[in-house]
Nanobody, 123 residues
C-alpha cells in the first residue's frame, strides 16, 4: 500500500469554498471506508467526514454537516471533500486516511494517513 496524498488546501475568505483531494493506490483504498480528519494548532485531531467503499454511505461531523460533501471516484482511487461556506474555525491541517477498525468517528481507528493539506479561512 501507498500513503495517500492530499491536495487542494489554501487560504480562503470566510464563506468561500475549497475542494480537497486525496489520492492513493487501489491497494490502499480498495474495499475500505475512507475518512477526512483535521487538526488545528493545539487541538486534538477531529473527525470530519467518511465515505463507504461504494460511495453510497457517508458520515459527517455535526460541525460540517450541510456545508461539506465527501465523495469518491474508485476508478481514480481518489476521495474528495467539497467544503462550502467555510468558517474561520475550519482552519486546520486536513488529512485523509483509511478506516482500519471500530468506530469510524474516531480518528484513532484509521491508518495510512497522508501528510495533510493546510486550510486557512480568514475572517
Amino acid at each position: 500500500q501507498v500513503q495517500p496524498v492530499e491536495s487542494g488546501g489554501g487560504l480562503v475568505q470566510a464563506g468561500g469554498s475549497l475542494r480537497l483531494s486525496c489520492a492513493a493506490s487501489g491497494r490502499t483504498f480498495g474495499g475500505y471506508t475512507v475518512g477526512w480528519s483535521r487538526q488545528a494548532p493545539g487541538k486534538e485531531r477531529e473527525f470530519v467526514a467518511a465515505i463507504g467503499w461504494t460511495g453510497i454511505t457517508t458520515y459527517y461531523a455535526d460541525s460540517v454537516k450541510g456545508r461539506f460533501t465527501i465523495s469518491r471516484d474508485n476508478a481514480r482511487n481518489t476521495v474528495y471533500l467539497q467544503m462550502n461556506s467555510l468558517k474561520p474555525e475550519d482552519t486546520a491541517v486536513y488529512h485523509c486516511a483509511r478506516q482500519s477498525a471500530g468506530n469510524l468517528y474516531d480518528p484513532n481507528n484509521y491508518d495510512y494517513w497522508g501528510q495533510g493539506t493546510q486550510v486557512t479561512v480568514s475572517s
